[in-house]
């Protein structure tokens, strides 16, 4: 599995950025997709992970902001961030574990910068 970030940028605090993450061969057999950050000094972080049923999960500091979601058809993921705030600037990497045979296999995109500006 491929995977292929964007949509990061430049916004002011309060604004709205989606973030991109293609898929390839395809995301059918992806079990679970998910956001994760890494802002200047600080470990990674979790943003969101949706599961191949659609089921989500979301940093308590992205709650309610943020949504996460997925087009099978379109074998993407994507980030919808809302509202946001200079303490979400990082750089977004999307994630995909892939369960074959018995075996976890964790695939990393490139990532994109997402800068907030207050």
């Known amino acids: 599995v491929q995977l292929q970030a964007s949509g990061g940028g430049l916004v002011q605090a309060g604004g709205s950025l989606r973030l991109s993450c293609a898929a390839s061969p395809n995301i059918f057999s992806i079990n679970v997709m998910g956001w994760y950050r890494r802002a200047p000094g600080k470990q990674r972080e979790l943003v969101a992970t949706?599961?191949?049923?659609?089921?989500?999960n979301y940093a308590d500091s992205v709650k309610g902001r943020f949504t996460i979601s997925r087009d099978n058809a379109k074998n993407t993921m994507y980030l919808e961030m809302n509202s946001l705030k200079p303490e979400d600037t990082a750089v977004y990497y999307c994630?995909?574990?892939?369960?074959?045979?018995?075996?976890?296999?964790?695939?990393w995109g490139q990532g994109t910068q997402v800068t907030v500006s207050s």
């Open positions: 949706i599961t191949v049923s659609g089921s989500t």
């Open positions: 994630n995909a574990k892939q369960t074959s045979r018995g075996v976890l296999y964790n695939y």
